[in-house]
Structure formats: C-alpha cells, structure tokens
C-alpha cells in the first residue's frame, strides 16, 4: 500500500481496462487497515474494484468470543450459501471489533503503568 499522502500514479491503459484492482486475501484485526487498502482501488474517482478473500481459518477468528464461536462452527458448514457469507461477513466484524477493543485496553494499560 501507498504510503500516506502518496497517490498511485496509474497510465490510461489501466484505466480503460477497469482500473485498480485490490485483493485482500487476509483482513487485518482493524478493520481501518482494511478500509484503507479498499481505498486504493478507486482514487481520484479513477474506475477500481476491490476483491476481499476470507478463509474461516483466518488467524483473526481467534478473537470471537466464547458465545460466537458456534456461529463460526455453523459458517464453515453454510460457507456457499447466502445465510452463510452474512454470518461470515458479521463474523469478520465482530472480530475486527473485539481485537480493537483488546488493543485499545491495552494501550491504556501501557498508559497508566507508564504513569506510576
């Protein structure tokens, strides 16, 4: 990804064939990251898609919690089916979500002790 402040200079050639193309092949525990690298697809309001892959043994499930965890169970089983890329999709949320909320305790933690 680009760094900040940085645009991708793209040639006409690609734009007439469709742009940017973005593929996520693992989403990241903040889902800012995730919405950052979707964002690189279409600058400018140059013509770009982006393709987001999950496998439902991403390492980011781990952050589930412990009543979410059959959901996952129930996800794999349904993976190819409508009900079962929404309960994936809600999934990826959740864990995005909870991962946040873990990091944001411990940056506090790491303030606080930092105080004493």
């Avoid at 645009?7 to 990241?28: C, F, N, T, W």
């Avoid at 690189?40 to 982006?50: D, E, F, K, M, V």
């Avoid at 781990?62 to 994936?88: D, E, F, M, Y």
Wanted: net charge positive; glycine share 8%.
């Amino acid at each position: 990804m680009a760094g900040r402040g940085t645009d991708i200079h793209v040639s006409q050639d690609i734009l007439e064939r469709g742009g940017l193309q973005v593929i996520m092949y693992e989403p990241h525990d903040s889902s800012r990251i995730d919405w950052q690298l979707f964002g690189r697809s279409g600058r400018q309001g140059n013509p770009g898609s982006a393709h987001p892959f999950v496998s439902l043994q991403d390492p980011l499930f781990k952050h589930l919690s412990v009543w979410q965890r059959p959901l996952h169970w129930l996800a794999k089983r349904l993976i190819h089916q409508p009900l079962g890329i929404k309960l994936t999709m809600r999934l990826i949320t959740s864990a995005q979500q909870n991962a946040q909320d873990r990091a944001f305790k411990q940056r506090k933690y790491l303030a606080k002790t930092a105080r004493l």
